[in-house]
C-alpha cells in the first residue's frame, strides 16, 4: 500500500505538538473596511463564509475596523488578532484574548474586560509595531477581574505613577500593586499583559530583518541585539500575507544575549511564484511567542517540480512545486514497464510520498498533471 502525504499536515502536527494549533482553528476574519459594527442579535460576517457564532479566533485585517458599541456586546472564543483597528466605545466583556500585531490598533473608548473571574488565564499581548491607546479617566482594561490601562492625561487624574505620567508604569515590577498610566504614545508592544499585571511577551530585541531574492532562492537575513531567556526563531511563509506556515527553524545564539548584535540567515530554496510573504516567530524558554513584521519578495520564472532525495531509498519521495496546485493536480507513479503504481492528488506546495513496503531497485517516473502545468521526472531507487 502506497500512502501520499502532504507535509502541510505534517507542519501541522508539529505545531500541535508545540502548543500552536489555535494558529489553525476555526477563524473568522471580518470583511470590512466598516467600520462593522457587533451586533450579537446578527454578528459579523467572515471571509471564510458565515458569521463569527462558533468562531474561535476573529481576525481583524489590516485596513479594517471592528467596533464594539454597545454594553450587551459579547464574544467567547480564543483569541481576537488585532491588524486593522478595534474600537471598544461601551463597556464590554469578552471571553478571549486579544494580540495586536504589527499596525495593529485598540483604542479603549470604554473598559475591555477580558473575562471577568480570577483564573480565567486571558492575556492583552501587544507584539512590536503594535497599539494600544486609551483614554482618559477610569481603569480601561481588566484581566480576569484585575483592573489595568489609565489613560495618561489629567484631569481627571489616572493615578500617581510615583508622581508622574512618565510613561514608568506600564513596565512596573513586581509585585504589580497598582494599575499602569498609558504613555504619551500609547502602550506600544513588545508590551504584555495578565491578570499578574505586566508579562513581558518575549524579551528579543531585532535589529533588522531583510528579504532579498538570490537567483531562484529567497535569503533572509535578521539580527538582534537582545536575547533573554529564548529559545529559537521558527520561519513562515505566505502567498496571500495572511496564512501562514512553517518552513523552518533557526535556534537562538544563546539563552540571553545583553547590547551585543547577533545575525542571523536563512535561505529558502523553494519559494512560490508570485508573492511570498515570510516571517519571523520568536519562541521563548516558557512558550511565548512573538512575531516580526512581515517582508514580500516576489518571483517571477517558471512552474517547477522538484523531486529529493534523488535517488530514493525506496521507502520515501517528496516532491515540491513553486506554485499553487490546481484543484484536479495529480501525481502519478509509473515503473519502467509502463505501469501506473499510483495517483493521488496533489493539494500542497511541499508534499511526500510514504510507502509500507520499499519500492524495488530501478528507475520510476513521478510525472504530475494538471490543465495548466505538465512535467515528467526520473527517480532512482537504489538500495
Known sequence: MIKALSYGCIYLGLLMVAGLTNIYAQTCT?????????????????????????????????????????NGDTWTGTRIDVYGTLDVSFNVTINS???????????????????????????????????????????????????????GISPPACNDCSGTNSGACPLEPPPFTRPYCEPTNGFQGPLGYS?????????????????????????????????????????????????????????????????METPYAFVDSAPLLGFNYYRLMALDLDGNIEYFDVRVVKLSGTKQLSVYPNPSDGKSIS???????????????????????????????????????????????????????ESNTRVMVTH
Not at 500575507?241 to 547590547?259: R, T
Open 30 to 70: 471580518i470583511t470590512g473596511p466598516g467600520p462593522v459594527i457587533w451586533n450579537n442579535a446578527s454578528p459579523p460576517a467572515c471571509n471564510e463564509g458565515g458569521t463569527t457564532t462558533g468562531k474561535s479566533i476573529i481576525v481583524i485585517p489590516t485596513g479594517v475596523t471592528l467596533e464594539f458599541d454597545s
Open 319 to 373: 516532491f515540491d512545486i513553486n506554485f499553487n496546485p490546481s484543484d484536479e493536480a495529480r501525481i502519478s507513479l509509473i515503473n519502467n514497464l509502463g505501469i501506473e503504481l499510483l495517483r493521488q492528488p496533489v493539494k500542497d506546495f511541499k508534499n511526500q510520498l510514504v510507502f509500507d513496503n520499499d519500492l524495488s531497485p530501478g528507475v520510476y517516473i513521478l510525472k504530475y498533471l494538471s490543465r495548466d502545468f
Open 195 to 259: 491578570e499578574s499585571g505586566y508579562d513581558g511577551t518575549l524579551p528579543v530585541k531585532l535589529l533588522y530583518f531583510t528579504a532579498t531574492l538570490e537567483d531562484e532562492t529567497v535569503l533572509l537575513k535578521w539580527a538582534t541585539t537582545m536575547e533573554e531567556n529564548f529559545q529559537k526563531f521558527i520561519i513562515e511563509r505566505s502567498q496571500t500575507g495572511v496564512d501562514f506556515e512553517s518552513i523552518g527553524e533557526v535556534d537562538g545564539a544563546g539563552q540571553d544575549i545583553f547590547n
Open 97 to 151: 484574548s486579544v494580540s495586536v500585531y504589527n499596525g495593529g490598533l485598540v483604542n479603549l473608548l470604554a473598559k475591555l474586560s477580558l473575562g471577568s473571574a480570577a483564573g480565567c488565564g486571558y492575556t492583552m499581548i501587544i507584539y512590536t509595531g503594535g497599539t494600544v491607546d486609551v483614554s482618559i479617566a477610569s481603569d480601561r482594561l481588566s484581566v480576569c477581574g484585575t483592573e489595568l490601562m489609565k489613560g
